[in-house]
Nanobody, 123 residues
Framework: QVQLVESGGGLVQAGGSLRLSCAASGRTFSTYAMGWFRQAPGKEREFVAAINWSTTRTYYEDSVKGRFTISRDNAKNTVYLQMNSLKPEDTAVYYC????????????????WGQGTQVTVSS
């Protein structure tokens, strides 16, 4: 079992920055990949970024490349999503997720999910 708790969401103006955190507990954190997904109102949940257990591989959705950075601190059992140059279209509930098998952009491959944290970007 893995428990995930996101934090760091909030309201920010366009062009601003936020850093999301996701604290994990349960299984040894350094043994599984982590991802961030988001769901905007009226839309399906979509992939944002992912990182493997050793931090040697990262993946990003095209619209966030160059603006968002995923990282993890295995000593703190935490994964981060640094979001810069935020746009109103980034407004969504952001979820972190754990993939026990391999790093992936596919939602169905993730095994555990957090409850989400709201990010609202005003224009």
């Amino acid at each position: 079992q893995v428990q995930l708790v996101e934090s760091g969401g909030g309201l920010v103006q366009a062009g601003g920055s936020l850093r999301l955190s996701c604290a994990a507990s349960g299984r040894t954190f350094s043994t599984y990949a982590m991802g961030w997904f988001r769901q905007a109102p009226g839309k399906e949940r979509e992939f944002v970024a992912a990182i493997n257990w050793s931090t040697t591989r990262t993946y990003y959705e095209d619209s966030v490349k160059g603006r968002f950075t995923i990282s993890r601190d295995n000593a703190k059992n935490t994964v981060y999503l640094q979001m810069n140059s935020l746009k109103p279209e980034d407004t969504a509930v952001y979820y972190c997720a754990a993939d026990l098998n391999r790093v992936s952009f596919r939602e169905y491959e993730y095994d555990y999910w957090g409850q989400g944290t709201q990010v609202t970007v005003s224009s």
